[in-house]
């Protein structure tokens, strides 16, 4: 009886020290990566430029250049390849931090996304693409 109480004392005692270890990891995790949050943003940033580059150039200059906007459903498949894409730039060991920073892969896929349409809706050689149609119907008008 008393062998039996010892197991079960030094088994939850383990387990609570296990717990503490954990929790004091995970805190000290979060620490590093709030203190480099900029090092780690830097790094985000410099794959997601990366990766919209190379999506807009085989996927979305064409486009650009005849002034036209990508339709909805293309866009949407484009998206889809900018985020796999940037994953793949990042690698498994960089795609666990960046989870563990925002939470969880629904947010981190929110502002990967939300980077993608912010490039994406200030695209420079459609707008100039547009505004020298219009110059050219003037023109012709004239």
């Known amino acids: 009886m008393w062998g039996i109480s010892v197991i079960i004392g030094t088994t939850f005692c383990f387990i ?4 503490v270890i954990c929790w004091m990891y995970y ?3 979060r620490n ?19 990766a919209f580059d190379l999506i807009y150039k085989d996927r979305i200059l064409i486009y650009s250049l005849d002034a036209i906007k990508v339709d909805e459903k293309d866009i ?16 498994p ?5 960046f989870l563990f920073l925002y939470g969880n892969i629904e947010s981190f896929t929110f502002n990967l996304l939300e980077y993608f ?26």
């Open 16 to 19: 609570i020290f296990l717990f």
């Open 27 to 29: 805190d000290i995790k």
């Open 32 to 50: 590093y990566v709030t203190k480099n949050f900029i090092d780690y943003r830097a790094t985000l940033e410099y794959n997601m430029e990366r």
């Open 76 to 91: 949407d498949n484009i998206s889809k390849e900018y985020v796999q894409l940037v994953q793949k730039l990042i690698g």
């Open 93 to 97: 060991s960089l795609q666990k931090e």
């Open 117 to 142: 349409n912010l490039r994406y809706e200030n695209d420079e050689i459609r707008k100039e693409s547009m505004d020298n149609l219009m110059t050219d119907d003037n023109l012709e008008d004239k």
